[in-house]
């Protein structure tokens, strides 16, 4: 029997402090498949981060030479962190008022393939939005899907891992009631002309945490196990103080760079929303192709 899904709520934080900890916890696992002669550390047990991170557009791997008038446009004028990262795909966006699910297990231990993994995370999604009334599928694009109204469809999840002999990282972003503007800034995902939705676009009212822990809930029966509520310090990868000095620079650091901004964020946001009222388009001129 495998062990339980061990769920770490870390709510509102850095991108980079998360980050560090997935890697931690990564590291871990891989060591413990590593061929030895005395006996390997045992792996730290299936673990899945939530997260709601400050303003953060993400790089997958299809994307890791942006245009630098992007990385300009992305970062000097909405007080948004840019990071590259070893997931697939191609730019999203995370933030508050999303749920992001990094998952850190042995895709070996539940008998699991790529794939079927991934379907799995999106299986998962979906039956988290059942419980709120809401019909999420799959589609020919990656990620999970709702239809909204007289709108058309909007992707309501982002899907998104990496895996490393088998050992499988990052994983979904759930929009709750993220401020949509920050997807019109980028293609998500490189799907140009499709549009982010969330639980509240769709009429569910609900909270960051309530859907973390739904996302744990629905995660574990998937994967056939139970869910227990874990923390940082009993991951045994990183020790209390180490971690308090990680997430106080993370913060320093979001800080140093909102007081470095040229333009107030909402004076960006309100330019920028009454250029899409109009139609038009707010994408550097330069910037051309899927990001």
Known sequence: MPPPLHHIHLGRIPFHATSHL?????ASFLASKLPSTTSPPPPPPPTLLTSVFEPTYTLGRRSHSPPPALLSHLSTH????????????QTTFHGPGQVTGYVL????????TPRCYIRLLEESVIALLRGYGVSGRVTEDPGV???DGDRGGGKICAVGVQMRRYVAAFGVGVNVHPDLWWFSRIVPCGLRGKRATSLREVGVGVSTDEVAEGLAKALAGRLGVDV???????TGVI???????????????VKERTERAEV???VVREREMRV???GGDVFPPEITGAF
């Open 22 to 26: 997935q890697s931690l916890l990564r």
């Open 78 to 89: 909405s007080h948004a962190t840019v990071a590259a990262t070893q997931r697939g795909g």
């Open 264 to 266: 107030p964020l909402a």
């Open 145 to 147: 899907w709702v239809d």
């Open 239 to 253: 020790g209390a103080q180490e971690w308090r000095e990680v997430v106080e620079r993370e913060w320093a650091a």
């Open 228 to 234: 227990v509520e874990g923390t940082v310090q009993g």
């Open 105 to 112: 297990l042995d895709l070996s231990t539940f008998h699991l």
């Open 276 to 278: 899409l009222a109009e």
